[in-house]
């Protein structure tokens, strides 16, 4: 029957529009006509920037939108546009390009790409030895043509247009009187720009050679004009930059993204290329990966695994209580309970955190004063994994009760009295019935909290960004940090600054680990559909 | 009929915020302008006659205690000099991020403020432009001026210096009838002292754990240091948290803790927070804190730190300053615009009372009525720039958990203290 109707949609399309109304027809290719100039313009301005990784998925989607529109055959799917766009932007495309930094070196001192560091290098200019500075003054015609006069330290004077130097004297030819700094007056045809007059033009004048090679002068600052070079000269064909002042040349070194002398002297900043496996070769051969890996991993999946834990219990517990129907106000309460829900986890956790101060925190100052001992929240590592669960008990538990509370809804009460009259106590009727037939419905859930949890840098990082310290490491852990917090400081936290790219191999490594960690408790979840169905 | 239209508006939407969200970040092109010094070049061309001359603009990121002050002055120069100023407020430390993503793509500013130990970062990612002082350059502060100076090269205007200094509650001193500690050896007599006498309810001294800045002044008097310094800055491959120096304070530190003159846990606001209710006599703070210090009541007197066996304490300068993207299109006009406006009398005094740390401008600093601020001034005068090579990233955690590590008894100091030289060798040796 669905496949019928499909086919009968199917067998619509544009045509069937046309036979409809010329005029719905029409709306399609019109509305398809200025969406796609405008994604086309977009594409130009994108591809002529070299955005390709942003170019791409946008042509992806531009496509896709013409041939679900166009096609008889996919055109019943183009309600699915929207959706396939999103799935594009911001599944697929992040996905994608994390993938692809991961073999780039996309780092501190390599963020540019090899055209911008070409041009970043272009801007630098030295004065060569043994030139000399002039003062400057400006002259401008109503056209926008400037000539300077310029007095050098001798008290010697020039005037300098765009491709003349030559020696001038005030009260000469078309050069006004001097004023009292020895500077003309007037200069016939031009205007004379004041000082701070001049400030407004400085665009149009920055960067410009006055004068005629080799007598050439830039303005460099209000008060100094200067015989300017140009340091780092590019040479396309060769891929070479030569330094014009000690005359060495940079050769591109396409391994590590930077132009490199034969002394091995790179030239700042570098650029972003193609490194392969590196980064992961890297991981791997990390002492960080020899040093304390193993106990980290353990942590972060006995965090995963009590994180599930005790929300689901307490969740669970407390859907339970709540789901007596008799019970008074239980709506008020039930929506009390969810409060930790609705409070974004980062201010919770540092609510927490004060909480757990050692010193002024109040769960620590009530309890030295009721038992005369209270847990060293912080600098313990025992009590700052206890610490770290009550956060992440207090901040998930609503989640699970909300699903719990669902799910005890959906189990049907005849079993319970089928129970009863087998003459099961409350305690087997939860353990028999109630729990089994839970979990089949959110096992899945559970997995997926488990997931989440395993790489919930935003708990871990604001508590004590994974302190209290491990001693005796090669790399600096903590005996809280979960593995995406202590990958995240060997990513970011490593001698020459942020590593981008190197934190992108890590999260797939991760990715793997959890992929693997997800099937293995999948295998378990297939286990609790079987007790259901001997229920 | 109404679903297709629908369909067709979101897909338009679609388009259309995509297209908008990409403008705003796609990348201006950037013409390389190659001159060959060896050649004739050719003259310039003329500059276009302009009918309406737009107004040159400027786009300066600024933190939210600044920004109000460069706009109210850049409005009034603005009129005079013909120039549109736009500042755009950024919390200060995302300036930091947010440049390096902007810079490449053509959207970021022609002036931004920040520290000075981002330069390593901003100078590997070729984001700064050099910064010419010009005339003005000798009523800078010179430490500043040498913190803005990266491979001899000076890539920011300073505008403020800061440091930490000792303070300690006098009241306390006397009441326990100590005098205030002149070398760290007097620290540890005086936590004894009052410890003993109060009955543990009130400490001699205390320090943020985890926290090498706090921890280098300790570090420097007993000789130790971070990274060598040369000529050329600080050199990565020097690391001297385990020299002799090193060792010494860490052995130092060690010997408080096994005594328990020294706590654990001890963050920010509780160092305060017991400095201010009466409970610890010194504490190491820096001007960030003098407002609610002051707020507190509390008796305080700011000097230098003690001594070790080598020198008096010596804290890390922080400076902060104006710096010039290399990614500006106008970068003679920022340049001007920062001799001609910012570095004069006025703006330095209008920065300094909005936010009173020591001014980098001299006759602002000098003029600075302010006795708490002149004895911050004279501790951090033997203060010592931090290092804004990119590999003091790896010593934070390093040498912060081997504070910590110590404090809490983990560790003993020298074994400490050569674990995290060890870590840092071993990130900066991986990094590179």
């Given at each position: 029957m669905m496949v019928d109707t499909k086919k009968s949609r199917g067998s619509k399309g544009p045509l069937a529009a046309l036979s409809k109304g010329i005029g719905r027809y029409i709306l399609i290719l019109l509305g398809l006509a200025i969406l796609d100039a405008l994604g086309i313009w977009l594409l130009y301005l994108l591809i002529r920037d070299g955005a390709w990784p942003v170019a791409t998925p946008i042509a992806v989607i531009l496509i896709l939108i013409n041939v679900l529109n166009l096609s008889p055959k996919l055109f019943p799917i183009r309600w699915q546009i929207p959706a396939g766009a999103i799935v594009i932007l911001i599944i697929i495309f992040p996905m994608v390009y994390t993938i692809y930094s991961a073999f780039t070196n996309y780092s501190d001192g390599h963020i540019l790409s090899k055209q911008q560091a070409i041009n970043r290098l272009a801007q630098d200019t030295y004065l060569p030895e043994g030139s000399q500075t002039y003062n400057w003054t400006a002259f401008r015609t109503e056209e926008g043509v400037f000539s300077l006069w310029l007095v050098d330290q001798g008290g010697e004077d020039y005037l300098v247009t765009l491709d003349t130097f030559q020696d001038a004297e005030p009260g000469e030819g078309i050069i006004g009187p001097a004023d009292e700094n020895g500077v003309p007056e007037s200069l016939e045809g031009y205007q004379r720009l004041a000082r701070l007059e001049v400030i407004k033009y400085l665009p149009e004048l920055d960067g410009i050679q006055f004068g005629i090679y080799p007598d050439q002068v830039q303005i460099v600052d209000l008060d100094y004009a200067a015989p300017l070079v140009q340091r780092y000269s590019y040479d396309p064909e060769l891929d070479t930059i030569i330094d014009e002042k000690s005359g060495i040349v940079y050769y591109a070194n396409e391994d590590e993204g930077y132009y490199t002398s034969l002394e091995d002297q790179n030239l700042i900043p570098g650029y972003m290329v193609w490194v392969g496996v590196h980064n992961f070769e890297r991981l791997f051969q990390s002492p960080a990966f020899r040093g304390p890996f193993l106990r980290i991993f353990a942590w972060t999946i006995a965090f995963a695994v009590l994180s599930v834990l005790t929300t689901f219990a307490v969740g669970l517990l407390v859907a339970i209580a709540f789901n007596d129907p008799d019970l008074k106000g239980r709506k008020l309460i039930r929506s009390l309970l969810l409060i930790p829900y609705t409070i974004p986890g980062i201010i919770g956790v540092l609510i927490w955190k004060g909480m757990l101060n050692?010193?002024?925190?109040l769960i620590p100052l009530t309890l030295e004063r009721m038992i005369g001992w209270a847990p060293e929240f912080y600098n313990n590592p025992f009590w700052a994994k206890i610490g770290i669960l009550l956060i992440n008990l207090w901040l998930g538990y609503p989640y699970m009760m909300l699903i719990s509370s669902g799910a005890l809804q959906a189990i049907p009460d005849d079993i319970y009295d089928a129970a009863a009259v087998d003459g099961a106590s409350g305690w087997q009727k939860f353990w028999n019935i109630t729990l089994p037939l839970l979990l089949v419905s959110v096992g899945p859930l559970l997995i997926a909290s488990f997931v989440f949890n395993f790489n919930n840098f935003s708990v871990i990082y604001p508590f004590l960004e994974g302190k209290p310290p491990m001693a005796n490491t090669p790399t600096p852990a903590g005996h809280t940090d979960i593995l995406i917090s202590y990958t995240y400081r060997i990513a970011f936290e490593g001698g020459g600054g942020s590593d981008y790219a190197y934190a992108a191999a890590i999260t797939i490594v991760i990715f793997f680990i959890v992929a693997v960690l997800t099937l293995i408790q999948y295998q378990y979840t297939r286990q609790w559909e079987e007790v259901s169905e001997n229920v | 009929m109404k679903k297709k239209a629908l369909s067709i508006v979101i897909a338009a939407i679609l388009g259309l915020s995509l297209l908008l969200s990409a403008c705003a970040s796609a990348p201006e092109p950037t013409e390389v302008v190659v001159v060959e010094p060896t050649d004739v070049p050719e003259p310039t061309d003329v500059p276009e006659p302009t009918e309406v001359p737009e107004l040159p603009k400027i786009v300066i990121w600024a933190d939210e205690t600044r920004s109000p002050i460069i706009e109210e002055v850049a409005a009034l120069y603005a009129e005079v000099l013909g120039i549109e100023v736009e500042v755009v407020q950024l919390g200060f430390g995302d300036i930091r991020d947010q440049i390096k993503v902007a810079g490449p793509a053509g959207e970021g500013p022609d002036i931004f403020i920040g520290a000075h130990d981002w330069l390593g970062e901003l100078v590997a990612n070729g984001l700064v432009a050099e910064v010419n002082l010009g005339a003005k350059a000798d009523s800078f502060f010179g430490p500043g001026v040498d913190a803005f100076t990266y491979d001899g090269v000076l890539y920011g205007m300073p505008y403020a210096s800061e440091n930490i200094a000792f303070f300690c509650n006098p009241d306390l001193l006397e009441e326990y009838s100590v005098a205030r500690p002149e070398t760290w050896d007097d620290v540890t007599a005086m936590s004894e002292t009052i410890i003993t006498a109060s009955g543990g309810e009130v400490a001699g001294w205390t320090i943020q754990s985890n926290d090498p800045y706090h921890m280098l002044p300790l570090v420097s008097a007993y000789g130790g240091y971070i990274f060598g310094w040369t000529d050329a800055g600080y050199d990565a491959q020097d690391v001297g948290l385990d020299s002799e120096g090193g060792i010494a304070a860490a052995n130092w530190l060690a010997d408080m803790s096994t005594a328990g003159y020294v706590e654990a846990g001890v963050d920010y606001d509780v160092m305060h927070t017991l400095f201010e209710q009466g409970q610890v006599a010194c504490i190491g703070t820096g001007p960030w804190a003098l407002s609610r210090i002051r707020e507190s009541g509390v008796a305080y007197e700011i000097s230098a730190y003690p001594a070790g066996d080598a020198t008096n304490g010596r804290p890390f300068l922080g400076v902060q300053g104006f710096m010039v993207s290399a990614f500006s299109e106008n970068q003679l006009l920022a340049q001007t615009l920062l001799q001609e406006v910012v570095a004069t009398d006025e703006f330095m005094q209008a920065f300094f009372d909005i936010d009173p740390r020591p001014s980098a401008w001299m006759p602002v600093r000098e003029a600075t009525a302010d006795l708490d601020l002149a004895a911050f001034a004279s501790a951090g005068s033997a203060g010592m720039p931090m290092p804004a090579i990119p590999e003091m990233s790896a010593v934070w955690s390093a040498a912060g958990n081997a504070e910590e590590l110590i404090i809490s008894g983990e560790l003993g100091g020298e074994e400490a203290f050569m674990d995290a030289a060890e870590q840092i060798r071993t990130a900066i040796a991986e990094g590179n």
């Open positions: 050692p010193h002024l925190g | -």
